[in-house]
């Protein structure tokens, strides 16, 4: 139930139903519903018995038509538990949202999945993207799947994985010997040549965060219709902590939630900590590191669109932002991984180091409703775990 299309600076409408960039402004656009016709048309016991999917809430995501949704199966991944973690760093209601579980293994599927059917339904021929990796597998393999085409270009330091993954969906790809802005200037001009291409960079179309938002939707209806206490979320371009604070602004306006919103923590890795920088400085904006690096490749993003938006949800939410090395973050993938048998990515890691840090200033008290959003599988990153040390044994006869 699409309403229009609202820019997030001047919340002047626009157009929903034709290919639209960024605002007049050069500021990403919102998708806004009809919240009072979705709320006369379905209740959240409804939901319940819906395909465990992020379709489930399709009232509150932009295709209009039902046919033209481009699915493999992405969303309602499991809210599971961590005892034993959650006692190790003294935080006993710890809980982990794995998005490792999804199709391409990130929870780039999401926006992909969103994004390619609305554009796939506007009549777009072809999207072209820069990436850190991730999201171009995502969008590669949602664009073969609706048969569209796709153009990527990504750093050439980039997870060999998410080249792979490119390649064998029929992607046209490139590497770039540089950073992720440096392969946004190779699309724009590449997209600026073609017919009928998209440019869908990072907060440069309206509907990748209209995916990533249904993680919000699915953390409160798997707690019950109910909200944590904090949601830590590994920060890069900000489009999954902007859109979660989205999702439960809508689920309060819809009267699906109520209370305060959780606190929102956007996690930085130190070598790459531009909204962190901007959160302390007490700035609206951030300013991009010298020097961006980091093991965690998919928050490597020196200076995001959005960024005015994440230190929004933060600050009008009671939250923070903190940075963690990656020694930190390694030893924290390396900890849960032991404690819970669960590998998760180096940017999911990168939180909950971010708990134990806020659990010894105090931040944390121990006794939240803590949830920790883990954004991939540790399988897309396998060098992040040294092998040296197996012996290899001879045979036995
Ligand atoms: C892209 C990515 C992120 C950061 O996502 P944003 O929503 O753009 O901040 C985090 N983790 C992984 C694994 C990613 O691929």
Not at 203 to 231: H, S
Request: glycine fraction near 10%; charge should be negative; charged fraction near 20%.
């Amino acid at each position: 139930m699409l309403s229009h299309l609202e820019c997030s600076r001047d919340g002047s409408r626009h157009d929903a139903d034709v290919v639209q960039g960024t605002s007049p402004l050069g500021a990403p656009l919102l998708a806004r519903y009809d919240l009072e016709r979705v709320a006369a048309a379905v209740e959240p016991a409804e939901i319940a018995g819906r395909a465990p999917d992020l379709w489930r809430y399709h009232e509150l995501l932009p295709v209009r038509d039902p046919a033209r949704v481009v699915t493999l199966g992405e969303g309602m991944t499991p809210l599971l538990d961590l005892p034993r973690h959650g006692a190790r760093l003294g935080v006993p209601t710890l809980r982990m949202k794995d998005e490792g579980l999804v199709p391409t293994g990130s929870f780039k599927a999401r926006g992909a999945a969103v994004g390619v059917s609305r554009a796939a339904e506007l009549g777009v021929a072809g999207i072209a993207m820069p990436t850190n990796g991730n999201a171009g597998a995502a969008w590669a393999a949602y664009a073969a799947r609706a048969g569209i085409r796709a153009l990527i270009a990504m750093p050439v330091d980039a997870p060999v994985i998410t080249r792979r993954e490119c390649v064998a969906t029929g992607a046209e790809l490139s590497l770039v010997d540089g950073l992720i802005g440096d392969a946004g200037a190779l699309i724009k001009a590449a997209v600026a040549e073609r017919d009928g291409y998209q440019d869908t960079s990072t907060l440069r179309e309206p509907y990748r965060i209209e995916g990533k938002k249904t993680m919000g939707y699915e953390i409160v209806e798997q707690l019950g219709w109910r909200a944590p206490d904090v949601i830590l979320y590994p920060t890069g371009g900000g489009v999954g902590i902007i859109a979660i604070h989205k999702a439960l602004l809508e689920m309060r306006e819809l009267g699906w939630l109520r209370g305060d919103l959780p606190r929102l923590v956007a996690v930085q890795a130190s070598g790459c900590a531009p909204i962190v920088d901007a959160f302390v400085a007490g700035a609206d904006e951030s300013v991009a590191p010298p020097d961006p690096h980091t093991v965690a490749f998919g928050i490597t993003v020196p200076k995001a669109l959005g960024d005015f938006l994440v230190l929004d949800a933060v600050r009008s939410t009671g939250g923070t932002a903190v940075a963690v090395t990656d020694d930190e973050l390694l030893a924290a993938q390396a900890a849960l991984a032991r404690d819970e048998g669960t590998w998760v990515c180096p940017e999911g890691a990168a939180c909950f180091a971010a708990v134990e840090q806020l659990r010894e200033s105090g931040w944390l008290t121990g006794d939240e409703d803590v949830v920790v959003l883990n954004t991939g599988s540790g399988l897309l990153y396998p060098d992040t775990v040294s092998i040296d040390d197996v012996p290899v044994l001879p045979a036995p006869r």
